[in-house]
């Protein structure tokens, strides 16, 4: 799968679930390349994107955060909530999973701090690192047989 279907698909996934996302240059320094998140919404600039997986994960970030706190969010997000983050590597999981990326292509091997192939065996193995608070939030819930189904795409 070549990266421009990939964030093809993944922008498609956004609108489906209601995520704002803007194409735009992005000057300065950002945490993710070709991507930061300016008051709850995805500012993406496609060919300065490495990691085109990155954008479900930063999706997450705003898919997790309660429903009052998204249009505040800014910049790197990730060390501000530890919870969350747990929570957003299993959103990011499931919507790849829900749109037909490989998880390979989100958990990719420069990013998650050498984990990446420990998280896709635990996801692909029903092993759901941050489902409890994804059932908290009324985001997943377990199937008789192990796996999850999605309730709600976003937060409350």
């Known amino acids: 799968m070549h990266r421009e279907e990939i964030i093809s698909k993944i922008f498609a996934f956004l609108d489906k679930i209601g995520i704002e996302h803007e194409e735009s240059k992005i000057e300065g320094p ?4 070709g991507m930061t998140i300016q008051n709850g919404k995805l500012i993406v600039d496609p ?10 994960h930063e999706a997450g970030h705003i898919a997790v ?12 997000i990730a060390t501000e ?7 957003t590597l299993l959103w990011s ?4 999973r829900e749109i037909g990326i490989p998880p390979e292509v989100v ?15 635990n996801f ?4 759901f690192i941050g489902y409890p608070l994804l059932n908290w939030m009324k985001i997943v819930e377990k199937k008789e047989d192990g796996d999850l189904r999605v309730i709600s795409w976003l937060r409350n």
């Open 30 to 33: 950002v945490f993710m390349p």
């Open 47 to 56: 060919p300065a994107v490495k990691y085109p997986g990155d954008l479900l």
């Open 65 to 76: 955060t309660a429903a009052e706190r998204r249009n505040i969010m800014n910049g790197d």
């Open 81 to 87: 909530n530890a919870g969350e983050e747990i929570a």
């Open 93 to 96: 999981y499931m919507a790849a």
């Open 107 to 121: 958990f990719h091997p420069a990013g998650y701090k050498g984990d990446s192939e420990w998280l896709v065996t």
């Open 124 to 127: 692909n193995n029903k092993t």
